[in-house]
């Protein structure tokens, strides 16, 4: 199926850096989320975005929808140990009455303590 | 209820025999999705139910795939004569409007043998 380009693959960061994440599509999507998944759970939505140009943040989560409306970034600011997981976006497509979301491949996330 | 509900949450079977996932929604959530995962891979889009008709069911991976919705709620997949490579999560989600983001339940893990 089809699926957006989500980089990096897998970091590993220092428990209280700063981490980034991105999204890219060749479709314009008309809305972006961000999800966490733990191991053995399903994604847990984090950030909805619903505006190009629009940057919403979620307490030490802050995401942003690309103005060309083919991209979001997600930034974690001073990471924590309960960071670790894989974070996905997804993006919602409007064509023809299809409301379905397109999901990144995901970032896997691990904190170094 | 108060979140997504899927069963059973794991499921082993035997290749050739057919299985049956269930999902109940939250209470309220006309709009119905389902989606695969297969280890360490993204989430595959499957199909989507707005009230108990299916608008978008391109992701069906075979004819060997069916899925249904009864009284706007509770959620039936189908696999008939399950194969190796259905083995993944079948994950489950709803929402309230097909625009907003949804939430997910648990997962069944199928695998099959």
């Known amino acids: 199926g089809q699926q957006l380009n989500q980089s990096p693959q897998s970091m590993f960061i220092q428990e209280g850096e700063d981490v980034s994440m991105n999204c890219t599509s060749s479709?314009?999507?008309?809305?972006w989320l961000w999800y966490k998944q733990d191991p053995g759970e399903g994604p847990v939505l984090l950030i909805a975005?619903?505006?190009?140009?629009e940057l919403t943040s979620n307490g030490r989560l802050t995401a942003q929808f690309g103005i060309t409306r083919k991209d979001s970034f997600l930034n974690i600011s001073a990471s924590i140990p309960s960071d670790v997981g894989i974070y996905f976006c997804?993006?919602?497509?409007?064509?023809?009455?299809?409301?379905?979301?397109?999901f990144g491949t995901g970032t896997r996330l691990k904190v170094l303590a | 209820g108060a979140g997504v509900s899927q069963s059973p949450s794991n499921k082993v079977t035997e290749k050739g025999k057919d299985v049956e996932l269930r999902c109940d929604p939250i209470?309220?959530?006309?709009?119905l999705y389902w989606y695969r995962q297969r280890l360490g891979q993204g989430l595959e889009f499957l199909i989507y139910?707005?009230?108990?008709?299916?608008?978008?069911k391109s992701g069906l991976p075979s004819d060997r795939f069916s899925a249904e919705r009864t009284g706007e709620s509770v959620s039936t997949l189908t696999i008939q004569r399950t194969q190796q490579e259905d083995s993944a999560v079948y994950l489950c989600?709803?929402?309230?409007?097909?625009?907003?983001?949804?939430?997910f339940g648990s997962g069944t893990r199928l695998t099959v043998v």
């Open positions: 997804a993006g919602q497509e409007n064509t023809s009455g299809t409301y379905k979301y397109i």
């Open positions: 975005l619903y505006k190009a140009g």
């Open positions: 139910f707005q009230g108990n008709s299916a608008p978008d």
């Open positions: 989600a709803s929402s309230h409007r097909a625009t907003y983001g949804y939430t």
């Open positions: 209470s309220g959530h006309t709009a």
């Open positions: 479709s314009i999507f008309n809305t």
